[in-house]
């Protein structure tokens, strides 16, 4: 009998920054998608999410790397990163299962991910690639079959948090305790991320 692949969870997204909501969907994939890992993989900013206070790459890898290091089974990947310029999670995906080939991948996403995975490039291409794993998100209604048959759903229960909300609570200066690890609160802190420029 050959080895069993071992299973691992990306968990991609701008993470600007990385909050509970990140936290609580992975390790939700984690268990029920018996994955051994989960590697959460910062992108470069897309335009369309590009807004004034920008935060660089390096702060928002080194948030991950804060946020998930107490975690045995939680890793941060600086992969998409380390390419100039945006990536499309096709190219990425190839490039992981090029890479590792004792290892299956799975890619978690929100709700709001799912509602547009039809118009991700080369889509067809990459469900043969990877499992999708989608998780419940506030305010997104998935009841088309469509979504059933290109992903795995697991539960969770569901937090309205987003790091847009975050964003402006940090920049009112209002408390972010408990929405962010506390490493993630102390790291923002300390740099004046988000904090309003006059
Ligand atoms: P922003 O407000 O800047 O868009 P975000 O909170 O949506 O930030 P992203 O980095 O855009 O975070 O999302 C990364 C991944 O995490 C996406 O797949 C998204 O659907 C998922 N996600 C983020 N927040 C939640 C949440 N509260 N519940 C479930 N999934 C979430
Ligand atoms: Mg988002």
Redesign the pocket.
């Known amino acids: 009998m050959g080895e069993q692949k071992k299973q691992i969870g990306i968990?991609?997204?701008?993470?600007?920054p990385i909050?509970a909501?990140?936290l609580l969907?992975a390790e939700q994939a984690r268990e029920q998608a018996a994955l051994d890992e989960v590697w959460f993989m910062p992108t470069h900013i897309p335009p369309h999410?590009q807004w004034a206070g920008l935060t660089p790459a390096s702060h928002r890898l080194r948030m991950v790397e804060l946020a998930v290091a107490d975690h045995p089974a939680f890793r941060a990947s600086d992969l998409e990163l380390r390419r100039s310029g945006p990536s499309y999670t096709f190219d990425t995906m190839r490039n992981l299962v090029s890479v590792h080939q004792d290892c299956r991948f799975s890619f978690i996403?929100?709700?709001?991910?799912v509602k547009i995975l039809p118009q991700w490039h080369r889509i067809d291409d990459l469900l043969k690639m990877v499992r999708f794993i989608g998780?419940s998100?506030p305010g997104i209604k998935l009841e088309e079959k469509v979504y059933r048959d290109f992903v795995t759903f697991v539960e969770?229960p569901a937090?309205?948090?987003?790091?847009?909300l975050i964003r402006e609570k940090a920049a009112r200066g209002r408390s972010i305790r408990y929405l962010v690890p506390p490493a993630v609160e102390c790291y923002i802190k300390e740099h004046g991320l988000y904090e309003l420029v006059e």
């Open positions: 968990m991609g997204g701008t993470f600007d909050h909501g990140h969907a999410k996403i929100g709700g709001d991910m998780l998100r969770m937090w309205d948090i987003s790091s847009t």
